[in-house]
């Protein structure tokens, strides 16, 4: 699940994890895909901050 990026919530619920933060501690290493989504996101947003600014 978490390789064909699903989101962390539904696998943990799947897993019957009490928790995500347990899918994250057992799992965590197989979501590089996240941490990348995350900086693209706010690149994104400082992209879109920057041409408001402009004139």
Same mark, same amino acid.
């Given at each position: @699940?978490?390789?064909?990026? =699903?989101?962390?919530? @539904? +696998?943990?619920?799947?897993?019957? %994890? ?5 899918? =994250?501690?057992?799992?965590? %290493?197989? =979501?590089?895909? +996240? $941490?990348?989504?995350? =900086?693209?996101?706010? +690149? *994104? +947003?400082?992209? *879109? $901050?920057?041409? *408001?600014?402009?004139?």
């Amino acid at each position: @699940m978490i390789s064909s990026q =699903v989101p962390l919530a @539904m +696998a943990s619920k799947t897993l019957r %994890h009490s928790k995500i933060s347990t899918t =994250v501690d057992i799992y965590g %290493h197989l =979501v590089p895909y +996240a $941490a990348q989504q995350a =900086v693209d996101a706010i +690149a *994104a +947003a400082l992209t *879109a $901050a920057e041409l *408001a600014q402009r004139p």
